[in-house]
């Protein structure tokens, strides 16, 4: 049984270093960037919903990328207000069961199994933060993976 631990455990090491690869590569070209933070589970007829929805809309026409969670909510208002002027409008998903799934405004797509990396990405490309209501999930959630 320790065997198959100790083997799962240096497979785990390679798919933690994938993530970060590919989320370093698909985002080294991205330029200035804002994240924004905020609830899933605001509906499109919520002020938080329609502010974030401004907000990336003015910061894409101001030549920002927008990153968010990928989600619902303030996540997808987040996407589709920079993506609607056509600005880039990252998602940086991440994979749980019954959770959220890809909100269709994202440009750039990432799908993360490990939180920790993920964070990473917020961090890393992001000259900004904005964070709505609801918003610091991700900001203090820590995984078990």
């Not at 919903?49 to 920002?64: H, I, S, T, V």
């Not at 969670?69 to 990252?90: L, W």
């Not at 909100?103 to 709505?132: D, E, T, W």
């Amino acid at each position: 049984m320790i065997d198959d631990f100790k083997g799962d455990e240096s497979w785990r090491l390679f798919r933690i270093i994938a993530e970060f690869t590919e989320g370093i590569d698909a985002l080294s070209d991205l330029g200035f960037a804002i994240s924004i933070f905020g609830s899933a589970r605001v509906t499109s007829d919520n002020i938080y919903y329609e502010k974030a929805e401004q907000l990336a809309r003015r910061l894409a026409q101001e030549g920002f990328a927008t990153i968010t969670g990928g989600g619902p909510g303030i996540m997808e208002a987040g996407n589709k207000g920079a993506n609607e002027c056509m600005g880039k409008s990252v998602g940086l998903n991440i994979d749980l069961p019954m959770e959220q799934s890809p909100n269709p405004y994202q440009n750039i797509s990432l799908n993360y199994r490990y939180f920790f990396a993920r964070k990473v990405m917020f961090v890393k490309h992001s000259m900004g933060y904005v964070c709505m209501p609801g918003g610091l999930g991700p900001l203090m959630s820590s995984s078990k993976h």
